[in-house]
């Protein structure tokens, strides 16, 4: 088992050299120690015996579809999978309340990247629940805040960037939010946006504007104006890269000083698993930078799913990028940015900046990650993304007119099913939860499903159970569509 990696320094090396405090005594007491071992053993007992998919049990069912039904009626709207989950799991399986067994390549939409019931979080959660607080916030943090602040930073810092600056938080839609505070703030008095189309930043009213889906925004006011330049295009680099170029020049000179940032999904997630590359993204922030334009790279999904820690590190952005938000795998939220987008006092504050697990949760997964060799060009993400392109492209070439693609880098796989259209994916989405595998729709006009395997313990024994089931699906479409 992986021990939970110890920060590696404090802030105040005083406090840690004189080791008198009764926080360092609680946690080396050997009890806490003896207790964190049980605790271990026990889940690793329980949680051991699930290890391939399991069919509801049905002396649960009526039970567990009531809960449903209630949970549904109280949230004014049913979920969109039938899961519950009974607070179990191994790895990338799950256990629901009705006590089927999932293999869960979707993971909350990236949030669970080291799998279910996995003993290095079990661990950190024991190292929080011994602490003072369950929340940290502005006005009272521990040193652990200060623990994932300087890993993000440092990690960021890595090659080139001076993301020197990091506020915690605990959403992907406030570290977008706070981030076009401190960009609007700076370039005062502009007052739009540019963007991606098919780009999801996040639900605030003010990301609604941002995020490129009509069906988000109605009946919202009108907040921030958005222009829109094409995305990159494959199967057209130059083309694309020329166009999107010509209509961001095109914005600029109809709106002069009136664009605080341009915002970059480098990898689209809900989008569709689009990305661009290096030409096209430099080709762009050269002309955002001759106008005083930020550049803002949303990595809330794409964040440790690529060959870096950072996507911009992976299309070598690192001195291009003004202000990075990330989130999901990384359990606390948060907005790097340089010295020159550091807010004035008041602009940014939080009662909750993150939970004292998700503090010690997070620097556990990033550093576990980047330990464990997720990393590289040849790195697991890398590994992962090829051996699951590679069984998505067998399932396509056996059932021709299935599955389309694979798409998408590193972590974040997805394939187009049939002809491409919502109701194709998500039926195959509905009928693969079913048949005991986790994943979700992305994009329109393809729509196509996608996956954001536990990177840090998904195996390609287990891809190949993932692909397994998707064949099962696919041929079981097809010989219904013959009939
Ligand atoms: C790229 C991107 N930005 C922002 C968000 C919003 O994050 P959250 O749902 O944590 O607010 C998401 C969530 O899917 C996302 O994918």
Known sequence: MRQLRKPTATFSVKIKMTNSLHADKLRNDPRIEEAKKLLLAAVAEHSQTLVSVRPPNPELTVDYEKLLAEFGSIRGNNIFFPYLGSGIGNGPFVELADGSVKLDM???????????????????????????????????????????????????????????????????????ENSLKMAFQKNHPANRIIAFPKCFAGRTLGLAQITD?????????????????????????????????KRLKYHIARYPGKHAAMWMELVQGEGGYYEGDTEYFKAIIDVAKENNIAVIADEVQSFCRTTRPFAFQHFGLDKLVDLVTIGKISQVCATLFTDDYNPKPGLISQTFTGSTWAMYAAHAIVSGLIENGNFGSNGRNVQLHNHFAAGLRAIGE??????????????????????????????????????????????????????????????????????????????????????
């Open 106 to 176: 979707i993971t909350g939409i990236g949030v669970h990247g080291y799998g279910h019931s996995h003993p290095m979080l079990i661990e950190a959660g024991v190292d929080a629940a011994i602490s003072d607080t369950v929340m940290q916030g502005n006005l009272q943090q521990n040193t652990n805040s200060c623990d994932i602040a300087r890993l993000l930073t440092e990690t960021a810092c890595e090659s080139g960037a001076e993301l020197k600056h990091c506020f915690l938080t605990t959403s992907g839609a406030m570290a977008n």
């Open 213 to 245: 889906k009509a069906k988000y925004r109605v009946g919202l006011p009108d907040t921030i104006s958005v222009d829109y330049i094409p995305f990159f295009n494959y199967k057209n680099p130059e083309k694309s890269t020329e166009y999107a170029v």
């Open 398 to 483: 056996k059932h021709p007119g299935t599955v389309a693609g694979p798409h998408g880098v590193g972590g974040m796989v997805a394939f187009t099913p049939f002809d491409g259209s919502a109701d194709a994916a998500k039926e195959v989405v509905n009928r693969m939860f079913h048949a005991g595998l986790m994943s979700f729709m992305a994009g329109g006009d393809p729509s196509r499903v996608r996956f954001l395997m536990p990177l840090g313990c998904v195996t390609e024994a287990h891809i190949d159970m993932a692909c397994q089931i998707i064949e099962s699906v696919i041929a079981e479409m097809k010989s219904e569509m013959k009939a």
